[in-house]
């Protein structure tokens, strides 16, 4: 049965130290086709990818490539044998231009000589051809996100991929750069190239493939035809359970004022005439949730930042409850009441090496009951950790495992716990779903929508636009620094995303 | 996801027994490892020692006898244990906080230099006084000499493994400037500080022995030490910092205040470290103060895996093979260098043996519980 | 007074050079391996053994050339087991590098007292120092720059290939790649593993060099502890040199300078305590570390293994 | 208490055999201090078939542990060779009223069963002083110490005083290399005084010695080796060696505890007198040096024993 299939995968088992990632793993993927990969956080779509790629190496099971099969899975082995792959972290060196990002592993036509010049036009040659626009000559920690993305594409293609794996490509793109890539990917599928595409947003999955597996538990439980199926029923062949994937939004009761910022800006203190926020304003009362929509680096972070107490603006003011906070210590603003769901869970919200419990009282150590006198109490921390493990359904076997070993959405879980049990006034919440599956997504917008819904204020700031415009009573859209445009669940998909593309201002609508 | 733990998917069960009692009695079981290292580099010792021509179980016989199986032995052991545990504890408490202090060395002769201003020179104070003040000058010596280091970190970045090393070189050459000049013992016609006084002597603990008051200091110390890591709100910030200084940061952690502490600790260990080898045991301030001690404590921290039981451990094997060997010389003529090749051969095959103890406990306590 | 300026300058100068060589050679061969990501701590025992077996080679087989053979054999040995430790078995860098300064310490004492018991002098064979026409007469400059050993300009030579390599080759773009982010590279189809040894052994190597060129060009014996701390001072050069092979090169001057330049100071017998003369390269150091130098960014994944699953 | 049992000899024999043990602080191949008193040690050794240990490279931290153990592990004397080990025998001594110490080298015996050998340090000096004084052409001369101690000191002083009095226009360059094994530093640091225009280089420094010979050979100056006869280093460039003998320091202290006629509870510091101290032949300079540069340090030797030169400062 192997023939049919251009690559096929039989009873494939990998287990890191203490996980069984996959199980036993039987796929097989046809020449040509888009297929998509579904799964929740953990299903074990990576693990079986980089499988393939050759980044691990499965402990039992084969897998079977144009009929052959395929030992020795390594790397370089995959690139010889037209396998391209779009890790879910993209593979960058920052400090490394996008030119020798590419270059990175070639081999050179004069070895042992580095022929930047050579690998420039072959590059060119392929980004024309696939209509891929890059500049081969910035730091790759200078570029977007997104950029960063079609670099990893170009690599792959340049490397003469004629399967293309993506892994959760578009979580950190727009609506219009999502449906770019679509294009791309089809355009590709038509030049011959067979795709995988890994995700867990089931409307994307019908809209681009044309077969769709679902892994959960580190096993495949359906290969499916997009024809034959529904989100609904992949929702719950995904999760095993069925996902009310919509629900109602109770009008806002707006209260008082909370939040204030008044036409701050931040200059780059690399490039003194270029703005990273600039003159941004905007009000938040009680019991509302203001939405900030916008492609990544586009002064969200900064933004943020300066909320956050951990950098201050070049101009403008900050108000906290009428407060002026611009100057204030990101201490004395959580003490103040200001709680905080960073974009980067990994780096900014948690101490990966550190247990549950002591990840649950990362602002509020110090402070009692946590602290008595000089010491901690660790009874105490226990306790509350297990509570908030609980109320926050954090599947753990106990407090005291580090939070490395979560998976992303109960990294998630333990962070909102932490930051929802404090008493807050105001929250600030980034890329609060991002990477989390349907389920984890669902509880996720859940917990905002209930505490909003009993007089929290949340400013949340998102790249993805279907949770900006779910959960938003304004939205406003943040463009090069500057807020650009104001919209509300009202407003097409169409217009907002314009505004974040920077094509669009609102002010011309008016 | 499959949340279960993962035992190896062989059906021997007497491996499964195995696993299970090695996740249980992980600690034991490192230490049993390391011990079966040791064994290995002694043996290749043995190879060594006789074909010096020397009977290598009768050179062993020295290192044992002379380390711990004579009382003597047993206090000189425990009192080279006492520098190289502050050592220790000094590289571990700053490599948890995320700097790297290397410098241990350089803070041991200060702090003594501090204990001993105040030592020497401070009179007619009652002992308990004396002694508590020298202490903490060399605490505040050595404190003052880490935070050179750390103040260029924290205010221009510049690396610390570099400054904290080249203070090294810089200390060692101001007290042999200091013992030759200002604090040279007038009575002596040799270039050596005066001698501390009697209030400021730390009392002998185990008669007929070197093994002084110093010991208790330096467990009481270690315990406080782990203490203020794992039970404190400082402690708690310290290893925030070192192990994530961004979520530090955004959870409202005062960076350069952590830090700060951070370093006096270091650099104050070590120079408690050093005002007690000066109270305890040498009394006066001389070139070769300390042999190495700074640098072994690195190596001591790292095989101890910065936790206390395994420093203790560390620290007292440091010692025996310092006080031991110099026992094999002596009793059976190993030749010196040969002593090195054993001491270096220990290390690489403890370290090493690091190994085996890092994949049983990731196969078995490790990966998602 | 202008003739004796010139002289103390001229002699300083070639001093300064002489006395950076050394550690200029155990440099490279720090920041090569950390340009890979392996901290190399046993710089100093490596080059000690260096020191000895190019000392052994040339006196017991007569040959320098034999003696520099044994040293990078012996290097490239040592780096082979930090590498074994730190590559293979993912175990203290810092450590295992302590391990092998003590190690090579006692190991290069042990054979030299064999090797000594007989009381005859044994005097091992030096390269003797080039005269290359009309440059090495230049007044000056000649004494200065062309009056050397060839293994001098052998070491200079080696940065500008280091430097070439970093920068103009692919290899080079690869291994640096290893350095920054090991599964970057392997997803690229690069072999860190291979890359990795391949660092650590040339650095052992190169450490050795260090060592070699001590006892065979400047002291025809071996002593006991002969490379008395030189290999930690490389080791700050590396870092103080920013990870550029220019730059490892001005920090080894620069200590070697100020070295030379105490030395002058003293025979000048100004009446300053000698102490801190002796102290002056560290101090130098530090200043340069806090003011030129500023902010180093070692190489990303530096002292982390990598794990392949 | 155990013996170190000698493979060679019957245990037997070896009950009766008089225990010696000797700390020495730097390895006993310093081509110089610990080395002779090494070799010393052993000659001593057959000579009356001694029992005899040693331990190298002994830290100030841990010298009086040391001492403590060989004392109670039995030995018939104990004996340091190092000046710095001067209180710490002392110290020790005292705990062990019933075992002989010496310090050889030292400078002070506070109890009858401590002896302090030692040789002056200057008057060899002096002799060397002497014949640089009468055989520079440069009227420079250089001298090379590790470190400053006051033997350093007093020798400086001696040195230049000599060669004053030979010659009033020669001038003395003190310099330092700061390590005891440092063969490189005291290379450069001789090429260093000699550049300066020193055409003969006093070295005591150490492993540096070597380096500071193998500078004067390379610069065509002349060495003066100290402690001991260090001509086979380099025959044509080293003139002499002042010769401190810390051998004969072994020697007196060993053959005056077997043949129990050196006073314990004693200073001795010996000199030329004692023929402990002096210059080591010219070997290969034996007939370069003009018989009227011989008569001049024969006559200085006179004085010296004679007691005419007063001893100079260590300041
Ligand atoms: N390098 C690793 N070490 C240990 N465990 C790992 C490693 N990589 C993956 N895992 C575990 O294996 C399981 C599958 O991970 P994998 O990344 O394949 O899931 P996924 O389907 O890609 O999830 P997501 O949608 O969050 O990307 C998870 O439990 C994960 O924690
Ligand atoms: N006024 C400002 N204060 C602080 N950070 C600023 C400011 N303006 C811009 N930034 C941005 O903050 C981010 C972090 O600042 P920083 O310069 O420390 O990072 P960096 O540019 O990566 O540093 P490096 O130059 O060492 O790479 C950068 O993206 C920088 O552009
Ligand atoms: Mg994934
Ligand atoms: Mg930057």
Redesign the interface.
Known sequence: MTEEFYVSFHNIRKTFPGVIALSDVNLGVKQGQIHALLGENGAGKSTLMNILYGLYHQDSGEIFLCGQKYEDNTPRNAIEHGIGMIHQHFMLIPNFTVLENLILGQTSPKPPKLEKDYFRKEILKVSEKFGIKVDLDLLVEEVSVGMQQKVEILKALYKGAKLLILDEPTSVLTPQESQELFKMLHDLNKKGTTIIFISHKLNEVMQISNTISILRDGEVVATVAKGETSPKELSRLMVGRDVNVKYEKTSATIGEEVFRIDSISLRDHHNKDRFLVKDVSMQIFKGEIVGIAGVDENGQKELAEIICGLREPTSGGVYLCGDDVTRATTRQLIELGLSFIPADRRNQGLVMDFSIAENTILETHYQKPFTRGFSLQPAVINNFAKKLVKEYDVRTPSVSVPVKNLSGGNQQKVIIGREFSKNTRFLLVMQPTWGLDVGAIEYVHQRLMSARNSGMTILMISTDLEEVRKLSDRILVMYEGEIVGQADSTTSIEDIGMMMAGSLRQDARL | ??????TP?TGNNLKDRFFQFASKHMGFISVLISVLAILLALLIGAILIAIA?INPW?AYG?LLK?SFGSR??FG?TL??FIPLLFASLSFAIAHKSGFFNVGAEGQIYIGAIGALLVGAYVTNLPPILHITLSLLAGIVFGALWAGIAGV?KIF????E???T???N??AI??V??LI??PLKDPQL????SSPILDSAKLPIILPKT?LHAGLIIALVVTVLIF?LL????IG??M??VG??L?????????IVGVTLVALITTGGLAGLGGAV?LMG??FRM??????GYG?DG??VA??GRYNPVGIVLAAILFAII??GT??M?????V???????????I??FV??S??LT?KLT??T????? | MEAFLMGTVVTWLAMSIRMSIPLLFTGLGGLVSQKAGIYNFGLEGMMLCGAFFAYYGSFRLGSPWLGLLMAIIVGALLGLLLGFTSITLRVSQLVIGLGIGIFGLGLTSYLYRLLDQTGTEHVATLFPSIHIPFLSDIPFVGEVLFSHNFLVYVCIGLVFLISWFFNRTTQGLNFKAVGENPQVADTAGVNVIRYRYFAIIVSGALASLGGAFLTLTQTARFMENITAGRGWIALAAVILGKYNPWGVLMACFLFGAADAAQMQIQVMSLGIPYQFLLMTPYILAMLAMAGVVGKVRSPAAMGKPYVKH | APAAVEPTQAPTEAEKQVRVAVVFSTTIKDEGYAQAAHGALMEMKDKYNLDVSFQESVTDAAVKDVLRNYASEGYDLVIAHQLYFTDPVNEVAAEFPDVTFAISGGFRADHPNVVAVDATNWEATYLAGTLAGLMTETNKLGIITVSESPIAKRMVNSFRNAAQAQNPDVTVKHVFTGSFDDVVKGKEMATAVIKDGADIIFTNCGAGNIGAIEAAQENGAYAIGSSVDLSSKAPDTVLTSAILSPAEYIKIIINGYMNKDLEWGKYYPMGVKAGIEGLAPFHNFEDKIPQDVKDKLEQVRQDLIAGNIETPSSE
């Open positions: 996801m499959s949340e279960i733990t993962l998917n021509g009768e020295y002379g003597y032995g000189e009192t080279r260029l221009l970045g510049s690396n493994l570099i400054n090393m080249m203070l070189y810089v050459f101001l042999e400037y030759h000049g016609f040799i270039y050596q070197p203490y794992y039970r404190t709100p708690y910030q290893r925030t192990a994530n961004r979520a530090a940061k955004y959870a409202g952690i005062n080898e045991a040498q001389v070139a070769g103060f300390s042999p640098y690195i190596g790292v095989m310092r006080v110099g026992a010389q002596r009793g059976a003529g030749p010196f260098p040969l002593l090195s090749v054993i001491q270096g051969l290390i690489i370290i090493a690091g190994y890092n990731e196969t306590v490790g990966g998602r519980a």
